[in-house]
């Protein structure tokens, strides 16, 4: 079956701090990924998302996320948070279905 | 634009009786809907998905069930809910066509007493 890992369920990060989140998906065919976070008290809300092309995208609010089909991998980047980014970060995969398979996510917190 | 609402926002049942939850989208024609539930370290579980008006596809099979009375319009009932109910629930669209982001209600927050 399809299924989305996320390797850090907890992070506690000092601000300035660089951040990279693991995501891993198994599935061999064709996928399009994402990234939602979900800040306290606020809907999901997409950050990123890759459907081809460029392997490296970039979302908003200085994330970056990076595509390598031969690790299955969509690690989620920023080189300096703020405590703003405190938030739960989710990936998704879809293999172009209607389908979304999601991961468990991972709850950052920010220190000031 | 687009807005997508879910009511009621929070909900306290007990156990053996009836639920509603609904979900609708402004904005939009024809969209995809799911319903998702959330809980905590378990991400997001997909328990249906909709491609249209009565068109309903189930995930996980529970005690829940969804239908698509109008094309916009996408609910969650339970005949007799169970503790095991209890949880964050989220309604999603995405345009139809390739696969596009998802866009999230606010959730309605069941718990089952």
């Known amino acids: 079956a399809q299924s989305v890992s996320q390797h850090n369920h907890h992070v506690i990060l000092s601000e300035a701090a660089s951040l990279e989140l693991g995501c891993n998906y198994s599935?061999?065919?064709?996928?399009?990924l994402f990234w939602y976070v979900q800040y306290p008290g606020q809907h999901l809300q997409l950050l990123l998302k890759y459907f081809s092309g460029d392997p490296l995208v970039k979302g908003i609010k200085g994330f970056e996320a990076e595509f390598i089909k031969s690790k299955f991998s969509f690690n989620l980047r920023k080189p300096s948070v703020q405590w703003s980014d405190t938030a739960e970060y989710f990936c998704?995969?879809?293999?172009?279905?209607?389908?979304?398979?999601f991961g468990t996510g991972t709850r950052l917190k920010v220190l000031a | 634009s687009q807005t997508i609402h879910q009511w009621p926002a929070t909900l306290v049942q007990p156990v053996g009786s009836p639920l509603s939850l609904e979900c609708t989208v402004e904005?939009?024609?024809?969209?995809?809907l799911y319903w998702y539930r959330q809980a905590a370290g378990r991400g997001l579980q997909l328990l249906f998905y909709s491609v249209g008006i009565g068109q309903i596809s189930s995930e996980v099979p529970q005690n829940l069930s969804a239908s698509r009375p109008q094309d916009r319009q996408f609910i969650l009932s339970s005949k007799k809910l169970l503790l095991s109910d209890s949880g964050f629930y989220l309604c999603?669209?995405?345009?139809?066509?390739?696969?596009?982001?998802?866009?999230f209600g606010p959730g309605t927050r069941l718990t089952v007493t």
């Open positions: 599935y061999g065919g064709t996928v399009n």
């Open positions: 999603a669209w995405t345009a139809v066509g390739p696969p596009y982001e998802q866009y």
């Open positions: 998704a995969v879809t293999p172009g279905t209607y389908k979304y398979i």
């Open positions: 904005g939009t024609s024809n969209p995809n």
